[in-house]
């Protein structure tokens, strides 16, 4: 995700739907991923996340990073 707003220049708190914009055919993505225990993926909805904050969560608790340092 910080891949693609480095190469369109988006920042934390542009408001766009990323996840069009990352998975797609020809995206950076070609398939959405699937959690591999079944948990659900949200996205953020409000466009670029702040530097830190994860684009995407996993449903299930212990699939959360830790710890999002210096992302």
Do not use: Q
Request: include cysteine; glycine fraction near 10%.
């Amino acid at each position: 995700m910080r891949s693609l707003c480095n190469v369109y220049e988006y920042s934390p708190g542009d408001t766009l739907d990323l996840k069009d914009a990352l998975i797609r055919p020809g995206g950076f993505y070609e398939t959405e991923p699937n959690c591999p225990a079944e948990g659900n993926y949200t996205y953020s909805p409000t466009g670029v996340p702040p530097v830190g904050e994860p684009f995407i969560r996993c449903s299930i608790e212990r699939h959360a990073p830790s710890s999002t340092v210096g992302w």
